[in-house]
């Protein structure tokens, strides 16, 4: 195979030059089995210098795949899986619809609503209070994460019984305790006291250095 052969720009640049001009050597050769022989060769290449395609169901299908494109499509050879075209290849994705589902309350998310749903149809009134519950120890720490500042039971009750139109209630102080961060931005030293205890005992130790210095040159003097 020659390997001489300068492409003119790398249509793979994930498996080098070197490569890319063994891809486009096997355009000049002619014969139909040496051909397949070295592309086949060149695949054993490609999944060495890319083993994390192992991962891939059929991984060797999108080495061939490559191998094709890195020719610009113009590869002619028996091998084990069709050839792609370049339409195929290149084809845009559909573009995703965006979700246009209005969200009744946004500052609890959408998950909230069938949860909201599902409490209120409960006809048991033990899982219907559990379900209250959780609902308003979520809805509590929402408003913590949005206002950064604990919300009160009272307010989280009058809350929940207006956008449930008084489905849902819970009875008395639930005793809810949400866990917050009061350091801003989650500062590890906002408000951390400085230990005055360790700072003191710093300049003991030298005031004590000190008094030692001083007793060596006196006693130094003294042997003088």
Do not use: C
Not at 54 to 71: A, C, G, N
Not at 89 to 118: C, F, Q
Not at 141 to 148: G, I, P, Q, V
Not at 196 to 201: E, S
């Amino acid at each position: 195979m020659d390997y001489n052969t300068t492409g003119s720009s790398l249509l793979m640049p994930e498996y080098g030059r070197n490569i890319q001009r063994m891809a486009e050597s096997l355009l000049t050769i002619e014969d139909d089995d040496k051909r397949l022989k070295n592309a086949e060769a060149i695949i054993d290449v490609m999944a060495i210098l890319n083993p994390h395609l192992k991962q891939i169901e059929d991984y060797r299908h999108k080495l061939w795949d490559h191998l094709y494109q890195m020719t610009d499509f113009k590869l002619k050879v028996n091998s084990p899986y069709p050839a792609p075209t370049a339409e195929e290849v290149r084809k845009k994705p559909e573009v995703l619809p965006y979700p246009a589902r209005k969200i009744k309350h946004r500052h609890l998310g959408g998950n909230i609503e069938p949860i909201l749903e599902k409490a209120i149809a409960e006809s048991n009134p033990e899982k219907k209070e559990g379900y209250t519950q959780h609902i308003a120890y979520f809805m509590k720490l929402a408003y913590a994460n949005w206002h950064r500042e604990p919300a009160q039971d009272d307010a989280i009750r009058q809350e929940l019984k207006q956008i449930t139109k008084g489905a849902l209630d819970f009875e008395g102080a639930t005793g809810f305790k949400v866990v917050m961060d009061p350091r801003p931005n989650g500062n590890a030293n906002y408000g951390k006291k400085k230990n005055k205890g360790n700072r003191g005992g710093q300049q003991g130790g030298n005031g004590n250095f000190n008094k030692n210095k001083k007793y060596k040159n006196k006693n130094r003097g003294n042997m003088a």
